[in-house]
């Protein structure tokens, strides 16, 4: 728990390249630490740091892990660009058909409050969003459908939209 | 159609009536694609097959751009998904009353934000070689359904409610819930969404008064079936190949 601590915070309130594990769903949680240990999440920070992290880690040990972070009070990281939330919550909640970009709504809920193994997304910070985001693009993490198709549909205007409306919500 | 062999309640006659009634009205005779209603009786997919293909068929490119697009909410292979709303089963799914289904969405008939903006920027084209892309799909039931009430949602099925006259589902989506024509395939479609939408029927359909169409044969079923028999019904539905 130090360990994990040491880079997303004492609160897990998320830090730097750290996302925010406070408040996020037990269920997704326990998925991303069985894929850092797989190597199918293997973006270039999770591969520094998660897969040693994870190398040792056992399904119920994971699940502790996440059953503690899930119930910690969450904060909004607050640090997207304010004038572009109006933009990015009509993406989130509308999509945008024209271009083949789906609504965020439909699988993240309309709080962004996240659906069992799928991630609440409310509140985390813009970067962790937008290198998410953009790094779906470049093909890692390409085992979680069907967010890699759903990101290459993003222009980099629209990811930076999107970000900045998520790191607003509580 | 076996189903439709089965004895048919009085009611239901009344119903397969007021479809094709609601069939004409809509239009549906009057577009190249004729004899839809008799499909209803008799569907024949290698009918279907043999059309000429539409004058106004999409670029193959766009097309499957635009059919990747659904099956990122849909499933991969049209299975359905579960997210925040579960995403119903495409896969197998009869055509034209997906084309229905769109029409609906576009016209505000079927309420239902996201697919309006998804379905109102569909060019007739585009629209219909969607509907019509999700036929040969064939995967397995996406699952997660009370399997505990399968037994019970099968009587229903085969049996309807007699006494809250309820016909049998059978006697119109097919003894092997396959659909037929503009009577949707039901079989492998996600219990969450089976139960969602009958409990919510009038909520969601025929929202147009000046414009009734097909939704109005389910609507007193809907109506007739507890919630509980709504999901025995679902959990069975939702367990079919």
């Known amino acids: 728990m130090r360990n994990c601590t040491w880079c997303h915070g004492s609160a897990a309130q998320g830090f730097s390249t750290a996302p925010r594990l406070a408040g996020q769903k037990p269920h997704y949680i326990v998925e991303q630490l069985l894929a850092f240990k797989d190597h199918s999440r293997d973006n270039p920070i999770s591969k520094q740091y998660m897969w040693g992290a994870t190398a040792r880690l056992g399904p119920e040990l994971a699940s502790e892990f996440a059953a503690y972070f899930a119930a910690l009070p969450a904060e909004p990281a607050n640090d997207g660009n304010s004038a572009l939330v109006e933009a990015g919550r009509a993406l989130y909640e509308q999509g945008f058909a024209d271009s083949n970009v789906a609504a965020c709504l439909v699988c993240h809920g309309p709080s962004a409050q996240g659906f069992e193994a799928i991630p609440r997304l409310g509140g985390l910070s813009y970067s962790y969003l937008k290198s998410r985001l953009e790094q779906w693009s470049q093909g890692y993490h390409a085992a979680a459908f069907p967010m890699p198709q759903v990101a290459t549909s993003l222009s980099p205007d629209e990811i930076d939209a999107l970000a900045s409306y998520l790191s607003f919500l509580r | ?241």
């Open chain 2, 1 to 241: 159609m076996t189903g439709l062999r089965l004895p048919l309640l009085g009611g239901l006659a009344l119903a397969a009536l007021l479809f094709s009634t609601i069939a004409r009205a809509e239009g549906l005779n009057a577009e190249p694609r004729k004899a839809e209603a008799p499909k209803v009786e008799a569907p024949k997919p290698e009918a279907a097959k043999a059309e000429a293909p539409k004058p106004d068929a999409p670029p193959r490119a766009e097309f499957e751009a635009k059919f990747t697009y659904c099956k990122t909410c849909h499933g991969v292979a049209g299975q359905g998904f579960r997210g925040a709303y579960p995403m119903p089963r495409l896969a197998g799914q009869q055509p034209e009353y997906l084309q229905n289904q769109l029409e609906a969405f576009i016209e505000r008939r079927r309420v239902n934000p996201v697919m309006f903006n998804v379905a109102h920027v569909l060019r007739p084209g585009m629209l219909t070689a969607l509907a019509e892309g999700f036929r040969d799909l064939n995967p397995k039931p996406l699952g997660g359904e009370p399997r505990e009430l399968i037994p019970a949602g099968k009587k229903i099925f085969e049996e309807g409610v007699p006494a809250a006259n309820v016909p049998p589902c059978a006697s119109c989506h097919g003894a092997d819930a396959k659909g037929a024509g503009a009577m949707p395939r039901l079989a492998g479609q996600l219990y969450d969404y089976t139960t969602r939408k009958l409990t919510n029927w009038s909520k969601e359909r025929g929202q147009d008064p000046a414009k009734p169409d097909s939704s109005q044969i389910m609507e007193p079923i809907t109506h007739g079936l507890t919630p509980q028999q709504v999901s025995e019904v679902a959990a069975y539905l939702g367990s079919l190949e």
